[in-house]
């Protein structure tokens, strides 16, 4: 919960608002299908059994769907707090700015008539 207040955003809400989400979703797709099935069931019984047949296969699908996008969420969220340590780890503080000058002195970026600066080695001589 101290995530909430932290202005510095070094610790991420996400992993804890991840499993309340999943949780909801479990609960609210069961809910949904519930109320789908007594509703049809109140239309006549083949609509209702066609809900009972495939609802829990389409439920199943949506929880895949739901778990998937949030496993990315995390992993997304895990691999920016190992970047993290590892900047940590090199002793730096962030990545250099794109265009900005690289160790060396250039840019690491060519514009239009710079040359390289590793020329190709010569080919040898025809025998």
């Given at each position: 919960?101290?995530?909430?207040?932290?202005?510095?955003?070094?610790?991420?809400?996400?992993?804890?608002?991840?499993?309340?989400?999943?949780?909801?979703?479990?609960?609210?797709?069961?809910?949904?299908?519930?109320?789908?099935?007594?509703?049809?069931f109140d239309d006549g019984?083949?609509?209702?059994?066609?809900?009972?047949?495939?609802?829990?296969?389409?439920?199943?699908?949506?929880?895949?769907?739901?778990?998937?996008?949030?496993?990315?969420?995390?992993?997304?969220?895990?691999?920016?707090?190992?970047?993290?340590?590892?900047?940590?780890?090199?002793?730096?503080?962030?990545?250099?700015?794109?265009?900005?000058?690289?160790?060396?002195?250039?840019?690491?970026?060519?514009?239009?008539?710079?040359?390289?600066?590793?020329?190709?080695?010569?080919?040898?001589?025809?025998?």
């Amino acid at each position: 919960m101290i995530n909430f207040f932290d202005p510095s955003f070094k610790k991420f809400s996400a992993p804890i608002l991840i499993k309340l989400y999943y949780g909801l979703s479990v609960g609210l797709l069961a809910l949904f299908w519930l109320v789908l099935l007594i509703r049809a069931f109140d239309d006549g019984f083949l609509s209702g059994f066609l809900v009972l047949i495939l609802g829990p296969v389409v439920a199943f699908f949506l929880l895949i769907a739901t778990r998937i996008s949030c496993e990315w969420i995390l992993a997304t969220i895990q691999v920016s707090q190992n970047t993290a340590k590892l900047v940590d780890l090199m002793g730096g503080t962030s990545a250099p700015l794109a265009g900005a000058a690289a160790p060396g002195g250039t840019s690491g970026r060519r514009g239009a008539g710079q040359t390289p600066s590793r020329q190709p080695a010569p080919m040898p001589p025809e025998q």
